[in-house]
């Protein structure tokens, strides 16, 4: 079954400073990948996804990740950090028939000011 | 465009009792999840759909019941809540018919079980 592991559960930058949130996946086949952004008390909203047409992803607000089959990673950065960027952010992977999304156990941004 | 819309926001229930979280979406979509959210543990899937009348178990299904009666609606139902059952759940609705879409989420529904 595919897995994701968010390699950790809080990172802090100070503002204007680069982000690196990292996350492994598993899988027997070259699966579909997603970053979403919650911010405190509210929904999820989706900040990039990688379906195979190209391994380095832009997302919005700045952000990109970069899809490398030989380390099964998928981090996700930014250069430059901004107060807004302050959040909870989840590494999700979809199953090989599509149907299912597997969600990390997410990592909390902090950003100092 | 609503998108994806839970009812209700809050609920406090005791334990034993009975409800039903709605979800709806207006975007005609074919697969539909339920969520749920505790600290350190991520949005673990309860159960889902991947189109009116059909169902499926997910990572934690126990304790709860669901419908797919109509597309653009994902019943979750507690029958006999337990304090274990206190979390946030989140509802979220996908295009299934294209390759490798986004799913997009409700605002979420805080239940507390006392």
């Known amino acids: 079954a595919q897995s994701v592991t968010q390699l950790d559960s809080h990172v802090s930058v100070s503002e204007g400073t680069p982000v690196l949130l990292r996350c492994n996946y598993s899988?027997?086949?070259?699966?579909?990948l997603f970053w979403y952004v919650q911010h405190p008390n509210k929904g999820l909203q989706l900040l990039l996804k990688?379906?195979?047409?190209?391994?380095l992803v832009k997302g919005i607000n700045g952000f990109e990740a970069e899809f490398k089959k030989s380390e099964t990673s998928f981090h996700l950065t930014k250069p430059s950090a901004h107060m807004s960027d302050a959040a909870e952010y989840f590494c999700?992977?979809?199953?090989?028939?599509?149907?299912?999304?597997?969600f990390g156990t997410g990592t909390r941004l902090t950003i100092i000011p | 465009n609503a998108g994806v819309t839970q009812t209700p926001k809050f609920r406090v229930l005791k334990t034993g009792q009975s409800m039903t979280l709605l979800c709806a979406q207006d975007?005609?979509?074919?697969?539909m999840y339920w969520y749920r959210q505790d600290p350190g543990m991520g949005l673990r899937l309860i159960h889902y759909?991947?189109?009116?009348?059909?169902?499926a178990k997910g990572e934690v299904p126990d304790g709860y019941n669901v419908s797919r009666l109509k597309k653009q609606n994902f019943l979750l139902g507690l029958e006999s809540a337990a304090p274990s059952q206190t979390s946030v759940y989140f509802c979220?609705?996908?295009?299934?018919?294209?390759?490798?879409?986004?799913?997009?989420f409700g605002q979420g529904t805080r239940l507390t079980v006392v």
């Open positions: 999700v992977v979809a199953n090989f028939g599509n149907e299912k999304l597997t």
């Open positions: 990688y379906t195979s047409a190209a391994t």
């Open positions: 979220a609705s996908r295009d299934g018919r294209a390759g490798n879409t986004e799913a997009f």
């Open positions: 759909s991947v189109g009116e009348g059909t169902t």
């Open positions: 899988s027997s086949y070259s699966p579909s």
């Open positions: 975007m005609n979509h074919e697969y």
